[in-house]
């Protein structure tokens, strides 16, 4: 019950496509969705995040969607460019508790120019 | 601000000798945490800290790996005998309150020959 589950593993997108993240929880006590983006030799950095008090947020060129009935969420990268290519991981907690963040097992991606 | 700083950037050392891991949280954060990420096993948290105060253990792999926070600015983490199977890259991260994301540092690599 405390899995997420992340696919694809890998994704190879050409520049300007959009590539797709999707993940899946079980825990329905989860309400805080952040998705982290990591660049070799970097730490995981905080991207972007979702309550599921709605069902899309946008920040620039990245969209998260979350549908709370299916238990799942996704990232979208709009326009993708290479220097978007990254280890992009999903993750999910209690927002207002001191659990832990469960992170998703990671999608490389990479953005061909 | 500087944000969460580890040290060694980089770290070899021969199976049997003791390691010592450290990390800076930001200032006024005050929970930490200690993630180990390989290939196989992706992001593991090992043990996090509120207020200087471990909470949960319950990740850390065996009685070898030991962590202390003995102020809001400074944690290690040690591991004594070091063995082949720890050499994975440690991340140190850090938070403010209970809710939302965390900042994590650039990591610490880890060899052990």
């Known amino acids: 019950q405390q899995q997420v589950k992340q696919s694809p593993q890998s994704l190879i997108v050409q520049k300007g496509g959009i590539p797709i993240i999707n993940c899946a929880y079980e825990n329905t006590a989860f309400d805080y969705f952040p998705w982290y983006q990591q660049f070799p030799g970097k730490g995981p950095a905080l991207l972007i995040a979702i309550r599921p008090d709605v069902s899309e947020k946008k920040e620039g060129r990245f969209t998260i969607s979350f549908n709370k009935s299916a238990k799942q969420f996704s990232l979208h990268i709009m326009d993708s460019q290479p220097g978007d290519s990254a280890t992009y991981f999903c993750a999910a907690k209690k927002y207002s508790s001191a659990s832990k963040i469960i992170f998703g097992s990671g999608t490389r991606l990479s953005i061909r120019p | ?113």
Not at chain 2, 17 to 42: A, N
Not at chain 2, 92 to 108: D, K, N, P, V
Request: with cysteine.
């Open chain 2, 1 to 113: 601000d500087a944000g969460v700083i580890q040290s060694p950037r980089h770290e070899v050392t021969e199976m049997g000798q003791e390691v010592t891991l450290r990390c800076k949280p930001i200032s006024g954060h005050d929970y930490l945490f200690w993630y180990r990420q390989t290939m196989m096993r992706g992001l593991e948290l090992l043990i996090y800290f509120n207020n200087n105060v471990p909470i949960d253990d319950s990740g850390m792999p065996e009685d070898r790996f030991s962590a202390k926070m003995p102020n809001a600015s400074f944690s290690t983490l040690k591991i004594q005998p070091s063995e082949p199977r720890d050499s994975a890259v440690y991340f140190c991260a850090s938070s403010f309150g209970q809710a939302g994301g965390y900042t994590f540092g650039s990591g610490t690599r880890l060899t052990v020959v």
